[in-house]
Structures are given as structure tokens and as C-alpha cells.
């Protein structure tokens, strides 16, 4: 098998490579929210992105460093793994270290894997990777939740004087990125890369929610994603405000995300968390989210010296 390796070319790559994920949803962490990853701006640089490709132009496999997430995504067909994944895994080394000290470098890089993708996890081990599951303290796994469709979704309504209603477009853009770097303290959302979010051809509008205030603030969001050719519906992502965390505004939030979902016709919904017993992991459970995979965090560091 001749292959060809490039790197991101255009609009139409991003699209091919979410087809690739949604050939093999099994084997994969993140398909139906692709649009939201792929809209990121790790990718205004083509080089985070490479694509391998047959000599019939086939994709094979596509891989990302995901800045904003410290994760690289990696998809690969599960025929050509064997060969191809220990090299993608050395393309991702090569480009991580290129990339230190640039505004798309970071002192470590994060992979996530299925605890049953043994192949995968001795290519991880053999490249260097570490799993984060039983390292103390900073231990970390993750899981991802299915919801049953068979029970309808409980609504929780907003206390009285608040709101719940689709993002008011492009134009409530900057006021959602101000929410979700407070909510996740961080500043790795960015105006261009939810405005990317809201082009997309798979965005609803109807499922980008915001809770708002008396005063107007926006105080919860929730992001639902849904392809209607599968039926997946996917949580991505969810946050409340400090201030109104009193107000279970998150609560609040998914619940109508939940039911857009079921009215749209989903037959499975999804959800990625941490896997230890915190707030996030609570709420999805009192949702009647389980768990249908263990997700195990692999690392590798990349510090200077």
C-alpha cells in the first residue's frame, strides 16, 4: 500500500476527516463532536495536521495536536493501524518538539485511549507515553457516558427571572467566550474558533443554549451536537458560572440540551467526563448517563532541557 502523507489542505479536509471517525464510531472518542474540535485554531496552522492517504487518495488516518486541549486526536482506519499508528505517533514527537517554545508548543502532550485498544497502548508505551491513571495525586482517567433513550429526559426550568435560548449569533459570541474562559479558567477559547463553531454545516442553532440572567449575563451554557445520519446526540461542551453555580444553572442547561436532542430524534446520547466522582461526573449520572468506556489518559512530556 502506497501512502501519502501532507498536511491540512482545506475545508474539505476537515470534512473528510470526520467522515473517517464516523466509519468507526466504536473506535474512537470523539465523532459526532468533531465539528467543535476541528473548528479550533490549532489547525490555523496546517502543520498541527497531517492526513495519510493511499495512492487512491483514500484517507487512512489523520492526526492533530490539539493545542487548546493539550490532546492530540489521532483516527486511524483499523486496517491500516498496525502500520500506521507507531508512525503517526513518531509525526506527532517530531511535531511537538518543533513546535516548543511557539505559541502552539506545550510542556506536555496528552493522548486519550480506550482501556480495550491494547494495540494502541503498546504503540503509546513504546513511543513514550505514560498512563496517568495511578501516578498519586495528579492521577487522571476519564470515561465516556451513555444515556438510555427509553426514559424521557426531565427538564429542569430556569429560576424565575432567568432564561434559557439558542446563543443570539455571531453577535453573543464574545460574551460566550468571556463565560466559557471563566467557567474553565482558562483562556484557550477564542472568539475565531466559536465563530468557526457557528459556520460550521453540522452547527444547530437550536442546540447552542445559553441560560441567562435577570441583568442579562450569561450564566450557563450547553452545546449539544447531533448527526442525523447515525442518530448520536453528544454533550460539548458544559459550564455554569461561578456566581450562579447557586442556581444549578448547568443542571438547567442540559436538561433542555437533552430533550432538543431526543425531540430531534437521537437514539444515543453521549457524554465524555473525568472518571473520579466530581460534580460533572454527578450530574450526568442524576441524568441517567452510564459508563460504556473507560478512557485511559496517556502523557508524555516535552519540557525544554
Same mark, same amino acid.
Given at each position: ?11 474539505? /479536509?476537515?470534512? !473528510?476527516?470526520? @467522515? ?16 467543535? !474540535?476541528?473548528?479550533? &485554531? ?9 492526513? &495519510? ?16 486541549? &493539550? ?22 514527537? !517530531?511535531?511537538? =518538539? ?5 505559541? #502552539?508548543?506545550?510542556? @506536555? ?16 508505551? *513504546? ?7 495511578d501516578v498519586g495525586e495528579d492521577s487522571w482517567s476519564k470515561v465516556?457516558?451513555?444515556? %438510555? ?10 429560576? +424565575?427571572?432567568?432564561?434559557? =435560548? +439558542? ?15 471563566a467557567v474553565f479558567e482558562s483562556r484557550n477559547m477564542r472568539v475565531? &474558533? ?7 454545516? /453540522?452547527?444547530?442553532?437550536?442546540? /447552542?443554549?445559553?441560560?441567562? %440572567? +435577570? ?5 450557563? #451554557?450547553?452545546?449539544?451536537? #447531533?448527526? *442525523?445520519?447515525?442518530?448520536?446526540? =453528544? ?15 448547568? !443542571? ?36 441517567? #448517563? ?8 496517556? =502523557?508524555?512530556?516535552?519540557? /525544554?532541557?
Amino acid at each position: 500500500m502506497i501512502k501519502v502523507q501532507r498536511s491540512l489542505s482545506n475545508e474539505a /479536509d476537515k470534512y !473528510r476527516m470526520s @467522515a473517517l471517525a464516523g466509519q468507526f464510531p466504536a473506535g474512537n472518542l470523539h465523532v459526532t463532536d468533531l465539528p467543535y !474540535r476541528l473548528s479550533s &485554531w490549532a489547525l490555523d496552522d496546517p502543520d498541527n495536521v497531517s492526513l &495519510w492517504l493511499d495512492e487512491n487518495q483514500r484517507l487512512l488516518a489523520w492526526a492533530v495536536l490539539q493545542t487548546p486541549f &493539550w490532546t492530540i486526536d489521532v483516527v486511524c482506519h483499523p486496517d491500516a493501524e498496525p502500520d500506521l499508528h507507531p508512525e503517526i505517533l513518531a509525526w506527532a514527537d !517530531r511535531r511537538a =518538539r518543533m513546535l516548543r517554545n511557539t505559541a #502552539f508548543g506545550l510542556p @506536555a502532550w496528552f493522548i486519550d485511549v480506550f482501556s480495550g485498544q491494547t494495540r494502541r497502548i503498546q504503540d503509546l508505551e *513504546a513511543a513514550g507515553f505514560a498512563c496517568q491513571s495511578d501516578v498519586g495525586e495528579d492521577s487522571w482517567s476519564k470515561v465516556l457516558m451513555q444515556r %438510555s433513550i427509553q426514559t424521557p429526559v426531565r427538564v429542569y426550568n430556569p429560576p +424565575p427571572g432567568f432564561l434559557v =435560548r +439558542p446563543l443570539a449569533g455571531e453577535s453573543e459570541v464574545p460574551a460566550y467566550v468571556g463565560l466559557h474562559q471563566a467557567v474553565f479558567e482558562s483562556r484557550n477559547m477564542r472568539v475565531d &474558533w466559536r465563530m468557526r463553531t457557528l459556520q460550521h454545516p /453540522d452547527y444547530r442553532p437550536e442546540l /447552542d443554549l445559553v441560560v441567562v %440572567s +435577570p441583568d442579562g449575563r450569561l450564566g450557563a #451554557f450547553c452545546i449539544c451536537w #447531533f448527526d *442525523a445520519l447515525s442518530r448520536v446526540g =453528544r454533550v460539548e461542551p458544559l459550564g455554569c458560572h461561578k456566581d450562579f453555580r447557586c442556581h444549578a444553572l448547568g !443542571r438547567v442547561a442540559l436538561s433542555h440540551g437533552l430533550q432538543r436532542l431526543q425531540s430531534l430524534g437521537a437514539q444515543s446520547l453521549l457524554v465524555e467526563t473525568d472518571n473520579y466522582r466530581n460534580t460533572a461526573f454527578q450530574l450526568y449520572e442524576s441524568f441517567g #448517563f452510564q459508563v460504556i468506556q473507560n478512557v485511559l489518559v496517556y =502523557r508524555k512530556e516535552y519540557r /525544554d532541557g
